[in-house]
């Protein structure tokens, strides 16, 4: 289980690192294209397409890591009153829900970029680059969380606690 942990953190560590440095990135488009505009009147047309299509692989490459800090958006306003057994039981529902929708980002993902890689499918727009690169950031994104998810199933099956708990735990 160890090793697992550790394959699981060493990747999603990456994905997130190259995610924080797309926001890096963004941030620095973004603040190119501002001072193009207001202060030499030249806006650069590739931009606002550059950042948009960096947000999905942002999102994607950071929800693993999101995931295994206990920090998705999720209601809790019943499972904080939940303890014991039935607090892992819906832990354990919330991660196979995510084991789920990740198999199907990765199949569908998959499917529907080679699709329109053999269509041969192009962003429209100032930025025109094959839409299936973007469309592979789905079945990337969902490794990831189908990674995390069974790594959070298996603590829960041998009563280890979730990341997110263990802070719970040390805070009282």
Same mark, same amino acid.
Request: net charge neutral; aromatic share 8%.
């Given at each position: 289980?160890?090793?697992?942990?550790?394959?699981?953190? $060493?990747?999603?560590?990456?994905?997130?690192?190259?995610?924080?440095?797309?926001?890096?990135?963004?941030? $620095?488009?973004?603040?190119?294209?501002?001072?193009?505009?207001?202060?030499?009147?030249? $806006?650069?047309?590739?931009?606002?397409?550059?950042?948009?299509?960096?947000?999905?692989?942002?999102?994607?490459?950071?929800?693993?890591?999101?995931?295994?800090?206990?920090?998705?958006?999720?209601?809790?306003?019943?499972?904080?009153?939940?303890?014991?057994?039935?607090?892992?039981?819906?832990?354990?529902?919330?991660?196979?829900?995510?084991?789920?929708?990740?198999?199907?980002?990765?199949?569908?993902?998959?499917?529907?970029?080679?699709?329109?890689?053999?269509? =041969?499918?192009?962003?429209?727009?100032?930025?025109?680059?094959?839409?299936?690169?973007?469309?592979?950031?789905?079945?990337? =994104? =969902?490794?990831?969380?189908?990674?995390?998810?069974?790594?959070?199933?298996?603590?829960?099956?041998?009563?280890?606690?979730?990341?997110?708990?263990?802070?719970?735990?040390? $805070?009282?």
């Amino acid at each position: 289980m160890r090793a697992f942990q550790r394959l699981v953190g $060493a990747v999603t560590w990456i994905a997130t690192a190259l995610s924080a440095a797309g926001v890096l990135a963004a941030l $620095a488009f973004v603040t190119y294209g501002v001072i193009m505009r207001y202060v030499f009147n030249s $806006a650069p047309t590739w931009v606002d397409d550059t950042v948009g299509y960096m947000l999905v692989g942002i999102v994607m490459l950071a929800a693993a890591t999101t995931l295994r800090q206990g920090s998705h958006i999720s209601v809790d306003i019943l499972t904080t009153k939940l303890t014991g057994k039935r607090r892992r039981i819906a832990d354990a529902w919330s991660m196979l829900a995510v084991l789920v929708f990740s198999i199907v980002l990765i199949v569908n993902g998959w499917q529907t970029a080679m699709f329109s890689k053999m269509l =041969g499918l192009n962003t429209t727009g100032n930025v025109e680059i094959p839409v299936f690169w973007l469309q592979l950031l789905m079945p990337i =994104g =969902g490794v990831l969380l189908l990674l995390a998810s069974i790594e959070g199933l298996l603590r829960i099956a041998l009563g280890i606690p979730l990341p997110h708990e263990q802070h719970l735990e040390d $805070a009282e």
